[in-house]
C-alpha cells in the first residue's frame, strides 16, 4: 500500500550507497555537526555577553540560512557534511541567544 514508486530517490540526498554505509555517514554527518554546536556554544555566549545579542543573532541566521540554501545543491557526502557543520556552527552560537529571550518573554 505505501511502497508504490513515486519516482522520487528513496535514499537521503547526498547519500548514494549501501544502506550499511548510509547509516554510517549520516551518523557521521549528525555527530560531526553536533560537536561543531557544543564547540562554539560557551564563546558565543561570551560574545553576547560582552557585545550584545545582534552579535549573535545576525550571523547565526544568515550562516543557517546559507547552509540550508546550500543543501539541495550537495551531490555527495563532503558537500553534505560541509553544510551540515555550517547549520551546526549557527546553531551553536544561537543557542545561549534562545535562553536570553526566553527570559525576557512575560510571565
Same mark, same amino acid.
Request: hydrophobic share 25%; net charge positive; no cysteine.
Given at each position: 500500500m505505501f511502497n508504490r514508486? !513515486?519516482?522520487f530517490e528513496s535514499k537521503p540526498h547526498g547519500l548514494r550507497s549501501s544502506?550499511?554505509?548510509q547509516a554510517t555517514q549520516t551518523s557521521l554527518i549528525y555527530g560531526l555537526s553536533g560537536a561543531i554546536d557544543m564547540l562554539v556554544f560557551y564563546p558565543?555566549?561570551?560574545l553576547m555577553d560582552r557585545k550584545?545579542?545582534?552579535w549573535v543573532a545576525v550571523p547565526? !541566521?544568515?550562516i543557517m540560512g546559507m547552509a540550508l540554501i546550500l543543501i539541495p545543491f550537495t551531490g555527495g557526502f563532503v558537500p553534505l557534511l560541509l553544510a551540515a557543520l555550517?547549520?551546526?556552527f549557527g546553531h551553536g552560537i544561537?543557542?545561549?541567544l534562545v535562553i536570553t529571550l526566553c527570559?525576557?518573554?512575560p510571565g
Open positions: 514508486p !513515486t519516482g544502506p550499511s554505509r558565543a555566549g561570551k550584545g545579542r545582534p547565526s !541566521t544568515v555550517l547549520i551546526g544561537s543557542s545561549g527570559r525576557l518573554l
